[in-house]
Structures are given as structure tokens and as C-alpha cells.
């Protein structure tokens, strides 16, 4: 049954239920599994990096498959999706995979043909040049930003993704086609608290957050939102019911108790939160999913606020760089970035990577006092001094 | 060895399935690419055309192009689509604002998810982006493809759709990104009746699984990751469409404790890989890493000089429980002491192996910070076996379903819930019993809440008893 070519299709509005076809779940995966994968399932001995992007996983029947993986957006258009099948028919007997960060990967069962598929992959680039296939992101590299929907589709963003994916990516080029850290880097990007991309476990983190706190539509707020429902989305209880002048229901906020998690949009259009100056970029660092040597542990704040300046966020592109520079060159192997700041202290972490430590950092949320540092261990950096000095401690 | 599908599927063929000839496929030239120009004024998105990295916007404009130049009724979605979504992006950069409405109910008839409604709130300037409505197509476990089933994809994407998608959201689904609400049930209609293929979770629902690679192409998998993945999606496909939940939940499988698909910190239900028996060691390949005849990590700091491989210093000085030792040229392992973390076995993937004793540690109740702070799941079950149809599994599914939809509150994450009720609760919930391994480290604080039946003779007790022997 070929696709169908009416306005319609096989759907007949007068009769919304009839040939319904529900509850058929995905389709199975192992007929998308190309031979050597079938072949070798369950059956993998190890694995080697011949270079970055590139990986060959060898079997106990002495097959080998060779992976070449390669940067891909996260937004694609079925143009793309159609040039990625046409390198998979040409090199791969028609398979190709999707990693969970975005990356293509492409699967050939020898060298000959892993290189002939490198070179294609290579040369292709988009009119205005950019790569549209780069080989990287394995082993102990910078791998795909996994990002939100941004501008591009969402309702509540505080920044856009993919540009500001696009601008760190590009500024990190060379460490995704490299594996010169001392362990892999994952950076990950959401557009707002809400954070569908789950980043609050990554090397890096960049987050987009909103500063001001919500505008009540009055007009409208009693007509669209639950007012109860409102009140009780606040984690704060900033929110309580009030009346306009002209005695119609709405809420008022106290704005000095908010805490900018747009919790209350997410119930009630009538509370929109976005703004150009309040709107920007957070930073955190230092978690990690792995339970490898340390426990996974969660992404902290290290930048408090940088601005939305479209379309390069060059503030956060030189932050990011920041960190990572001091990592890679102070960091022991095998360490990922929250093993190194724990190893050298978080005030070192901040003097090695020339950030500032503000108030904004230390947490005075509920949970506050398990970031206190209750013990007289620590070291000596600009900050500590300063505090010394305004307490009147040092000259 | 192979699986099966649960029921039968016909292999699609893209040459039986087509839409769009191979001329309209290569309607456009390299050239009037470049020189192609679209409807809207976009100068930061021009500029995100620049710089190595894949982007975004030249991968749009050449889609924009592609519909420009089909005949219009080669499509049910206006051609300009792609022109107003960029048009409506620069327009965002702008103000600095996103100008995406909140929200909009749309869905096909019977489901309560899949479908996410959007409208722009500048109709009038773009509106053929006046509905971009997403749909969630279920991708199949591990996302590896044929080509037959992504061309045939995109046809009814560039036909019924935006022919925006992305691959893949970060739940694991197909999106498709933009259409308008009539188009919802014929595109429903198509991906079950010809593609036998279903839409994934949105809202209150159990959300599309998602695993790791599992032993389709890693030595390390501990158990069938997609194999699990697949049944349990079908099992719960009626959990999977029809909002009954007080909000989301999410089964992740990872095949082990490297954990790819991050479900310690995505799932409120996080299946990570694991053994119970020794690790497997060829002590002559751990000979062969030491003498530097293999690089370590399987070559993955071949880009900057470490120095010699050191087994010392870079494993059993690692090792988080210093459960490792050489005797001589012989590698040894405590395997009592350890704890899996899988340093010695990502580091030398030649010379040590899991156990082959396998099974799954479960952990609950992950999520993202909204609204009460990020949390991490909890190991709750240490190890079980997992084997087809997973009936074992299914039963703690059953029994954590049931308690949270009776006492979460709306909109409160399973994680949330075990916080507010304390894990004994969770505990009585799941029928186990404690273990130390569920915690860090035994509470500072005395503040236990005894229950009545654990203390003797009850809380029932009388004043005027106490006053017999406590003057006032």
C-alpha cells in the first residue's frame, strides 16, 4: 500500500472511528539492524577508537564493524534525513543509527569501506559551508550538545537552543574532532527550568532562565486558568487571589519571593514570563551520568547570568571555553570536570577558570545546608583574601 | 539469536510506499541554492550559516527551496513554511521573546498524547506556520534504521507536514515539527495503516521509552536493552497514550552502569545493567595493556600524550574501593568489594569483561528540577534477572503505578512522591524489605516515625493512669 495522495488520505472525518488503528506501539528493531549487527548480537569482545569518530567493535566470530559517527543537528529537515539515506545506501546496505545525543552513526563491515565512507562523509558541506557530516565526538572528546526546542517550537523558552548549540559548537570544533581531555565532555543545553533535555547531570550545562518575575494578565486570567490551581503551582507561595479594581478574580504576585521557574505559565497562559533584558543564560558545571570511579553527581551554578545576545552568545562561548581550557590543562586522566573541581576545591575551580564567585552561587534554597562548608579545610585564592580584608582580618 | 516482533510486520518498501518522484526529489540546483534567497529578512540566522559545525540554516533554507519549487498541490502544508518558521525565529532573536502561543488541545481521537498543539502568535505575518503543531512518532528501540522506512518517513513529513523534524527529541521520539490540526488524523491514519507505526507519549502518560545500544554493538550490555525496551512500550501502550497519571513517567534501560541514556538522572524508572559474579579477566591481554601493546581506554586519549600506561596509577589507584591489586604480573580482584563501577573495565575493554551473572539494579524516581529540585534515582532493587516477557519487572511497574496514581498529586513526579512519603513507605509499597544500600549513609536525625503496631502496648494510654503516679 503505497502512501496515500489525497488531501485526506485514508481519513474519513463523517466517520472519525472507522479503520482506526490504535495502541501498535513502535515498530520492532531488530529488522533495522543491518547483517553484521544481527550477526553479532550479544556475541561483542571489545572495542578500539581507531581515530576520533571512528570506532571498531570486534566479535568472538571475527567479524568486525566499523562505526564512523558523526556530528548531526538536532533540528533536520527531511532534506537531510534523505542525503543521510543516500550515504546509507551508497556505503551501508541501507542502515544507519541515531546515538542518544544526536550523532549519526554509520555502520560498514570493513576498513576499505570505513574509509571510502569517511571520505564521502568529508566532502560534503552545505553551500555556505559548514560541515555537514564532521567526524568526531568519541572517547576522551567534546561529543554532540543534546539541546531543546527554543525558539523553534516552544511556548516558554528563555533563549533559543539551536543557535546558541550551533555558536558553542562551532567555537569548540577542534575538541569535538579531537580526544585531548582528560575525559569525554558532555555538554548539554535546555531552553528553560523546565528542562525537557534533562542537562542538570552534564559536564556543562547551559540553561536558559528568566529574571523577572510573571506579568498578570488581568483581562483574562480568570476566564483561562484555574485560580487554585495557579496559586498551588508556586513552590514559594508567592502567588494569592486578588481582585482588579473592577472587582474581576485574578492572583497577585510577590515578586520578591519568586524565584523565576515559570512553574505558574506552565498552568496559566494568563502569567507569561519571557522578556528581552530579563531573559539570559545560566551556567553549571561539574555532573555526570557515569557511575564511573565517583557516583553521578549534578551540574552546579557557575555563571549565574549571562545575556541572550543572539545569534553567537559570544559571552557564553567564552565562558565555556573558560572552563574547559582550565580543565584540560589541569585535570588528571580520567577525570571529568567535577572530579577535577572536587579534587582541587570549587575555589580553585572558579580561580583556574577565571570566574567570579557571586552571591548568586551559594544556595539559599530548601535544601541549602548540604552545600554549607562546615569544616576549616579550604584554600587560600583572591576571593578568601577579599573576604579577610573586609572583615578587617588582613590589611 | 534473534527477536520477534510481537505481531507481524510487513517490511516497507520505499519504491511501493513513494510519494514524490526522483525528479521532484532533485527539483533544485547547487546553484540556485546559493543563490537562493527567502521571504523573509534573516540576517542573525545568515550568520549561524557560518563556522564549521552543521547548520541548521543552510539545512532549512535547502528544505525551503525543495517546497519553493514543488507544484503547491505536491503538498498540504503551504510551501513557505519553512521561510516562516526561520522568518519567525529571526523575529524571536529580535524581541528577545518567543513567539509560540501557550499552549492549544489538539490530538487524535482516543489518545491523550502524542500530539503537542502550537500556534503562532503572529499569524498575519507567517501564516503558514499559524498551526505548527509536533507529533511524537515512536522511534524503534536504539534508533537504528533502514533506509526504506526514514525516505518513506520523509515523504509523509514533506507531504502532510513541515518536512522539519527532529531526530530525535530528547525523550527518544521522532518529531515531526509543524502541521496544521487537519492533517493530524490523516497523518495518523497514514503511519498506522501504512507504516504500522504508532505515536509516543506527551502529557500525563508513561513517555516513549528509551535504551542504550545495548549488546547490538557494546561488550558491555548486561541484559537485551531494546528487547526490554520494546516489550514493556507495548505492554503499556494503553499507559503509553491515555493520560491516567498525575504526570509523566519515564522507563529508561541502560544496559550498564556507564549508563548512555542517562536514566539515573531521566527516569523515574532507571534500569541499569549489572553482574553478580566475578569480573571476567584475561590476565595475558591485562599484560599486553601494561607492556603498552594495547593503548588503554581503547584509544580514547590518543590525542594528547599521558605518558606511558601505568595499570597502578591509572586503575588500581582508581579503583573507588580498592578492591584491586597485582600479585606479581597478575591482575586480582576482590570481587566482594566491588561495586561495578566499570573504571578497570572502560579502561582495559581487552582484558576484563562484567561477570557473566547479569541482570538489572532498578532505581526510581529521577526527574529535572521543576518543581522541587532536580533528584537523582534512588537504587531501590539491587539486582534481578530479566529475561522475556519481563514478568518480574511488569509486577514493580504494577505496584509503583498503582500507589503513585492513588496518592501523587497532580502534577507531582514519582520522585517527588517517595520524598513526601519517605522510601519506608516506598518500601511497604514494592513489599521489600530496607538495605543499606539505599542510602549513603543512616539518618543524623533521631526523627523516626515510629508506627503505633512496632511499639509496645500501642499509644492508647490513659491520663489519669499517669496522674497515679505524676502529681501535677
Redesign the interface.
Known sequence: MALSQERLGLYNPDKPMENRLTDLGPRHFWQYFPPVIQNNYGKWTHHEILEPGVLVHFSETGDKVFTVRCGGCRFMTVENVREICDIADKHCDGFVRFTTRNNIEFLVDTQDKMEALKKDLESRKHVSGSYKFPIGGTGAGLTNIVHTQGYIHCHTPATDASAMVKAVLDDLFDYFQGMTFPAQVRISMACCLNMCGAVHCSDIALLGYHRKPPIIDNEVLDNVCEIPLVIASCPTGAISPSKTEDGKKTVKIKNERCMFCGNCYTMCMALPLSDKEGDGVTILAGGKISNRISPPKFSKVVVPFLPNSFPRFPEVCRDVKKIVEAYAAGANKYERIGDWAERIGWEKFFEKCGLDFTEHLIDDYRLQYDTYRTSTQFKYTEAAWAVSKAAGGVE | ???????E?T?LKYQ????YSDDE?NNYT?DE??SFKIKHNIP??D??????????V???K??AL?RHKLPEDRM?IKPEV?ED?LG??QL??D?????????GIVGV???GGGVIG?YSDMQETFPSIAH?H?MRV???????????????????????GS??????????DIIF??TFT?QL??I???L???????L?GSGSNLR?P?C??G?????W?CY?T?DMC?EL??FY??E??RPAFPYKFKFKFDGC??????S???ADMSFIGTWRDEIRIDQSAVKAYMGGEI?P????????D?GKFDIQK?VID?C?TNCMWMEGDTLKIDDKECT????CI??M??ALWPGKDKGVSLLFGAK???????Q?SVLTIPFMKVEHPYDNVKEVVEKVWDWWMEEGK??ERLGELIQRYGIPKFLDVLEIPPMPQMVKEPRSNPYIFWKEEDVEGGWDRSIDDYRSRHAR
Open positions: 539469536m534473534a527477536f520477534e516482533p510481537r505481531e510486520q517490511k511501493e510506499l513513494r510519494i526529489l547547487e541554492l546559493k542573525d540566522l550568520e549561524l550559516e557560518k563556522g564549521p559545525w552543521p547548520s541548521f543552510a539545512d532549512a535547502r528544505e525543495r498540504m519553512v518558521m519567525q525565529l524571536s532573536f524581541h528577545g521573546e518567543t513567539h509560540w502561543k501557550h499552549g481521537f482516543g489518545y502550537r505548527f509536533t515512536n522511534q524503534p528501540a536504539s534508533k537504528f534504521y533502514d533506509t526504506d522506512y526514514l525516505r518513506s518517513i520523509c515523504d509523509l513529513w514533506e507531504y502532510r518536512g522539519m523534524m527532529n531526530f530525535h527529541g530528547s525523550t527518544g515539527l509543524g487537519e488524523e490523516p495518523f491514519f497514514e498506522g495503516h501504512v507504516l504500522q507505526q504508532d509516543g516513549t528509551a542504550c545500544i549488546k547490538a554493538r557494546c561488550e550490555s537485551d531494546q520494546y512500550t507495548h501502550q494503553d503509553l497514550h552502569p556507564n549508563g548512555c541514556v542517562a539515573i538522572a531521566r593503548a581506554n581503547g584509544g580514547a586519549h590518543a590525542g594528547k599521558w591509572e582508581l573507588p561495578r563501577c566499570m573504571h572502560n579502561v575493554p581487552q529535572a528540577p521543576i518543581l522541587e529540585g532536580a537523582m497532580n502534577r
